[in-house]
């Protein structure tokens, strides 16, 4: 029994953990099936954080909050959009600079404007996207099985977790079956034919950067509105170059991303388990050594997938019309 | 009653920084006819195709559609003119099946589903009218070369075209492919429709044209009727000065074969069985030509004979030294010691390094030899050297080692490249491509020079998409197709036709039995 | 490589556009600081003034140089195979381990043989733990950007792992080793100066600047005079043609990603060898990533590296200044300008192309084609 207990909270963990990757995750894959390699994910994630708790705090409401955050991310991402577009700079680089200039602007800003040594002042229940309780979750609670899966695993949730297991179907859909989507893949893989066909290359593109810019927002507003209770440094800690090898795990596509997003979940779920737990043989595990695991995870599957196949053809180059 | 023109441009003129592509060109398309465009590679064909289809956008000069003056801003904007584009590079993605690619741009309307339940419809009449038979649900990327070339005209007519231009349309076709393709040509234009069609190959142009234009350095030289010209008379225009051709040929001496292909089969990149039991000898004094359409294990061969790929079964051996030698074949370097230069077939792709200087491209592939290099450091006054000698005997301009290959034309990069490959007397040169992307005047240069190895006694095979070309310089013909060796054909019993038929598949046992080269002339 | 269509001449090109960029950059972060509510030339004053004011704080911009010198020549090395190292933060904490466990084990009774070892000790560590990114590049194809990343955040779990663990001082609370053995330091600026009988400030500038400027020479010999040095370059620029030549890809990408993880370790004997004098958890501090910048700032040669890098070593020197004047602009500001340094200067070097171009080409006349 106790084992079926251990296994709901942790599935229960693994779903709240993975909203923000889902959400990130999903970014980088909008963004690069248009071809733009997006490594700033990291630091869009992180400014939305901050954007998005900086507005909670002052207004005190997590949907003015939500609105800053992805406004925010957006900005980040059309001029990643413009550096990648327009200069046809490099976009590793210019990921990276974002990176690094969120990560200094974040704190710097908080520190002017709240004077708490980086961090935004912790959020009431009322500016943050709280538990939600799903139709007839209450009176379900006593059922078995159904109790157990409806009511205590699957209800309960913030809005943006159901929000981000909404946007797999969206995006899958936008992708897939729209005329929107279809240009959108087109000028990921082949951009000359894209452009021949009489379609702007450059408006595209930018259409994608503003949809990875919405996701990220979202996903970074709820790392520090719905997950969390107000922005901290660095807080998010690596989760959007976990997304970005989620996508490269899930093929670009939206519902293996979302798999390897929740198996990414799951081991930092299992990770804030396993601290303590003493094994037969090997002892405590050092908390540093779980840590690890999604990163090493990351590393083997990349070993175990040569990972640039399925790329998006024309990813990470810039459109020349004159060549 | 007079019909308009459906394309008349008047005084074109465009340019790039200083160099002038298209000058003064005036070009005049009779509505419902074919129409060719003759030129040299680089003679401005393309630049004024892209002009006329809205890619660029001339710096002067008037164009005229169906009777209206109009600029087109955008392809879009010639396409809503109801002129459509076939390139030669194929505007597909790939990994999208046919009817995705036949929408893409011409949805309609926000949602697939139904944008593909119109185009189909919409694509029934087409089919049925110019007879197309193509598998709407495939990824383009399983279709042939043929298929794909038919998806881009469909596209275009799916888009409501009326004038297509097909950009050289037969140099990735087979000659059977091509026969195909004239037929649709002429259904269209019975169909109505106005063809502009742009080619280097002169008999192409007596075969499906009604008018022709020609052009040389970016000027219209001629504007005729078909019926009134010659093929000779086309071929001066393009050219500026009579060619005359005639190689002096020494015997070939068919002793012990210095290089010998035995049972090889290898595969592609893509695990497919790229080269299946293949046998062939090459000997001193000769050249050995190899036609087939691109992708059927050209490419291959020439990485398996140049170390590149390791085959999967049988061996190459030099100059008879059986098996011992086989090692070489597996390492570039080791085989250029052996006395076996490489010509690459892409030579941008891997011939050379364009962003590197012509003098560190001088010794690529040599770089490891005593002369350019001692205890891991490079010797540099004896590589500037080598390129400057490189530079004054294949008479490369400009005459400066220090600037980027990529600032050089494509008869100078050649140029260059052949220099290093021959600058060490190598016994066996193999070459792919000789003049792709070089300049007419260079082509001469190379075609002689290949000739002047050949009676010095070396061996030399040539690998080449130009079928011309191979009957011009080579002493025997070697044909692929789908990875087998076809047959080898002695250049006095080689005609078009027969290579043709070859070149799709048909073994000419008749000719000569497969893979036995026998005793030629 | 400059790689560009339009030819300006050197000074332009190389000088001019590059001081452009960190213009705007500068004009950028000042708009930061105006809307923190400061004046931005009293920032960019104090800045200057904390950067190369007095010889103590060139002595700091200098010893941040040092260390930029070291990752964004690991930067740079890795860019002429053709590969991007991200890698440099975990590869320098592995250094950091490398040259503490060479200290510790010869102790101090050899200090001159334990410095020596500890170089060696830095820059083999380093290289391991760029080996397997490595090894996956080039034979598994997984893409270096992504393996180098989750590296760092293996490489900063297990080095916090050691440090609260068999590392750590004993008795100690703190996240960190014993002090190094005594002697085992490499010797400061000020004492090698008074060595010569110059007299200046004290400061943690040390022997290590030297030691950056020899791997800078070292680099420039590597790339422009050894045949692996112009097989990496041929594997970076056209890896096609790199195969064409018999140069075998693979290797080559082991071994340059390998002596780039070797620079970025040896950015440990600046911090740990040079100033700590013991291990501390992630004294790497983001320098790992500001060497791309610094790298591509410096056209990914030795000499624009070293440049960029006291560029770098000034914004963080001055940075910090400004925090002590100014509370309200905390250190993360140096950060930021790095960040927007990088933007400009890195990722759009070709922002002014075609103003600087246009006017070149009038005042010189006519178009230069």
Known sequence: MEFITDILLLSDSTLRISAPLILAALAGLCAERAGIVDIGLEGKMLAAAFGAAAAAAVSGSPWVGLFAGIMVSVILALLHGYVSIHQRGNQIVSGMAINIMVAGLAPTLANAWFSLGGQTPLLDNEARFTAIDLPFAKSLEGVPMVGALYSDLLSGHSLLTYLAFAMVPLVAWILYKTRFGLRLRAVGENPEAVDTAGISVTLLRYQAMVIAGVLCGMSGSALSTALGAGFIRDMSAGKGFLALAAMIFGRWKPVPTLLACLLFAFVDALQGRLQGVSFPLIGEIPVQFTIMLPYVITVVILAGFAGKMDAPRASGIPYEKDR | ?521 | ?369
Not at chain 3, 34 to 50: K, M, T
């Open chain 2, 1 to 521: 009653m007079h019909v308009a023109p459906a394309i008349e441009t008047r005084d074109l003129c465009k340019r790039f920084g200083d160099v002038k592509a298209n000058d003064n060109v005036s070009l005049v398309v009779d509505q419902g006819s074919v129409h060719g465009i003759v030129g040299e590679n680089g003679a401005g064909k393309s630049t004024l195709l892209k002009m006329l289809f809205g890619f660029y956008q001339p710096n002067s000069g008037d164009l005229i559609v169906n009777g209206e003056h109009i600029s087109l801003g955008s392809p879009a904007e010639a396409m809503a003119a109801g002129i459509a584009m076939v390139h030669q590079h194929f505007m597909l993605v790939e990994p999208f099946t046919v009817l995705e690619n036949i929408v893409l741009g011409a949805e309609g309307q926000g949602l697939l589903k139904q944008a593909e339940i119109d185009a189909k419809a919409k694509l029934k009449g087409l089919e049925q009218q110019f007879g197309f038979d193509l598998p709407f649900d495939q990824p383009v990327s399983q279709l042939s070369v043929g298929e794909r070339q038919r998806v881009e005209i469909l596209k275009a007519l799916f888009r409501g075209a009326d004038t297509l231009i097909l950009d050289e349309p037969t140099a990735v076709l087979t000659p059977q492919e091509c026969d195909q393709l004239f037929e649709l040509i002429k259904l269209l234009k019975s169909r109505g429709k106005t063809i502009l069609f742009v080619t280097h190959k002169l008999h192409e142009i007596m075969a499906v044209t009604d008018s022709v234009t020609v052009i040389r350095a970016g000027r219209v030289i001629v504007r005729t009727d078909t019926a009134s010209t010659s093929p000779e008379a086309l071929a001066e225009a393009m050219v500026g000065s009579k060619i005359s051709r005639s190689v002096t040929r020494a015997d070939t001496d068919h002793g012990i074969p210095r290089l010998s292909v035995q049972n090889v089969s290898a595969l592609s990149d893509h695990s497919h069985r790229a080269l299946q039991n293949i046998s062939f000898d090459l000997f001193d004094g000769e050249v050995l030509g190899v036609a087939g359409v691109a992708g059927n294990g050209q490419t291959e061969l020439l990485e398996v004979l140049t170390g590149l790929r390791r085959v999967s079964d049988g061996f190459v051996s030099l100059s008879g030294e059986a098996t011992n030698s086989k090692d070489v074949f597996t390492d570039p370097i080791s085989l250029r010691r052996a006395g076996v230069g490489h010509v690459a077939e892409d030579r941008l792709k891997s011939g050379v390094v364009a962003s590197m200087s012509a003098r560190e491209n001088a010794i690529l592939g040599y770089h490891r030899e005593a002369d350019f290099c001692r205890g891991g450091l490079m010797r540099l006054s004896a590589i500037d050297q080598a390129a400057n000698d490189y530079f004054e005997n294949q008479d490369v301009r400009p005459r400066n080692p220090d600037l980027p290959v990529a600032s050089f034309s494509g008869g100078n990069q050649q140029k260059l490249v052949i220099a290093r490959e021959i600058a060490r007397d190598p016994q066996t040169l193999i070459v792919g491509q000789p003049t792709r992307g070089v300049d007419i005047g260079a082509v001469t240069k190379i075609h002689d020079q290949i000739t002047a190895l050949r009676n010095a006694g070396k061996a030399l095979l040539v690998v080449s998409a130009d079928l011309d070309e191979l009957m011009a310089i080579s002493d025997r013909i070697a044909v692929l197709c789908d990875g087998k060796l076809v047959g080898i054909v002695p250049i006095s019993e080689a005609d078009e036709r027969t290579i043709g038929l070859m070149m799709a598949g048909s073994a000419a046992s008749s000719l000569v039995g497969s893979a036995t080269e026998g005793q030629d002339q």
């Open chain 3, 1 to 369: 490589m400059s790689g560009s269509a339009t030819k300006l001449p050197g000074v332009l090109e190389s000088v001019l556009m590059p001081m452009l960029n960190i213009l705007v950059a500068l004009l950028a972060s000042g708009l930061v600081v105006l809307a923190l509510g400061e004046d931005p030339v009293v920032v960019l004053s104090l800045l200057i003034e904390g950067a190369f004011g007095y010889e103590e704080a060139i002595g700091y911009t200098f010893y941040y140089a040092t260390n930029f010198i070291f990752t964004g020549l690991a930067v740079s090395v890795a860019f002429h195979a053709g590969h991007f190292n991200i890698g440099g933060e975990g590869q320098a904490m592995l250094g950091g381990l490398g040259l503490t466990l060479a200290v510790f084990w010869l102790g101090s009774s050899a200090p001159v043989l334990s410095i020596i070892l500890a170089v060696f000790g830095a820059a083999l560590f380093g290289a391991a733990w760029a080996f397997i990114p490595a090894w996956l590049q080039a034979h598994r194809g997984s893409h270096v950007v992504i393996t180098t990343i989750m590296f760092n955040f293996i490489a900063s779990a297990l080095l916090a792992y050691l440090l609260v663990g068999p590392l750590q001082r004993p008795g100690g609370q703190m996240p960190e080793s014993s002090d190094f053995p005594d002697g085992t330091a490499l010797p400061q600026f000020h004492e090698l100066m008074e060595i010569l009988g110059i007299s200046f400030e004290q400061s943690p500038l040390n022997l290590s600047f030297l030691i950056a400027l020899l791997a800078a020479f070292g680099v420039w010999f590597l790339l422009a005079r050894t045949r692996f040095g112009y097989e990496m370059r041929v594997t970076g620029q056209n890896s096609d043609a790199a195969k064409f030549a018999g140069i075998s890809v693979p290797r080559v990408t082991v071994i340059a990603l390998m002596m780039s993880g070797a620079l970025a370790g040896m950015m440990g004997l600046n911090e740990l060898l040079g100033e700590q004098l013991r291990l501390i958890g992630n004294f790497t501090l983001g320098y790992g990533f500001v060497g791309i910048a610094v790298a591509f700032m410096g056209r990914n040669h030795p000499v624009g590296i070293v440049l960029a890098a006291i560029l770098f070593g000034a914004v963080y020197q001055g940075g910090a200044e400004i925090g002590f004047e100014i509370p309200k602009i905390t250190r993360d500001m140096s950060v930021v300008i790095q960040g927007l340094v990088i933007l400009f200067a890195g990722a759009m070097p070709h922002l002014f192309r075609r103003p600087v171009t246009a006017l070149y080409a009038r005042f010189a006349g006519k178009g230069n084609k």
